[in-house]
């Protein structure tokens, strides 16, 4: 049931250098709204992306698998918090760059705006799960529903990580 999550993770980079990257520097007062092309970027969100991996996984082995409902709840949680996190740095670091340093290249730029587009389904589909399983005690009716929406999150998952990392992050680079 997991294969396609441990293809996913095999060959992952190392963690990135948050700090190279400049996110440790983002707060309102020191904000530049000129678009700079940041080289580590790209392994950031990949990074990123192995981590939401790495707790989708663990919330069916760790939590629902060994009727650890207080466990499964806390991951789910971790869950979201690093989902959210991540659409927000796709939306201020990636989305805003590539809609401007790619303007002028009209099929690329339509496939930046759909997957910007899409990222909001993604999160009307994740969000709620995380809402509905991030809770206790669980009834007996979640724990009937869970390995089914389990499932259709881990393939929503699997489908946008793949799409992202094999057509949209080839599109940034450096604009001149």
């Known amino acids: 049931m997991f294969a396609f999550i441990a293809d996913l993770i095999r060959n992952r980079i190392n963690k990135p250098d948050y700090h190279k990257s400049g996110f440790h520097n983002l707060d309102s007062t020191s904000f530049d709204s000129t678009l700079i092309y940041d080289p580590n970027l790209i392994d950031v969100l990949k990074y990123e992306h192995s981590e939401l991996i790495v ?3 663990s919330m069916w082995k760790q939590g629902f698998e060994k009727k650890d409902y207080q466990k499964l709840a806390r991951t789910i949680e971790l869950f979201k918090v690093d989902f959210q996190s991540h659409i927000l740095k796709e939306n201020v670091k990636l989305f805003v ?5 790619i303007s002028k290249e009209q099929n690329a730029l339509k496939l930046v705006k759909t997957f910007h587009h899409e990222i909001n389904d993604i999160a009307t589909a994740v969000l709620p799960f995380c809402k509905k399983y991030g809770i206790t005690p669980y009834t007996l009716e979640m724990e009937k529903d ?4 389990y499932l259709q999150i881990g393939h929503v998952l699997k489908t946008r990580i793949e799409a992202e990392e094999s057509q949209l992050y080839t599109l940034y680079r450096p604009s001149f």
């Open 146 to 149: 869970f390995e089914r929406d």
């Open 55 to 57: 707790l989708y996984e």
């Open 97 to 101: 760059y590539l809609e401007k340093s």
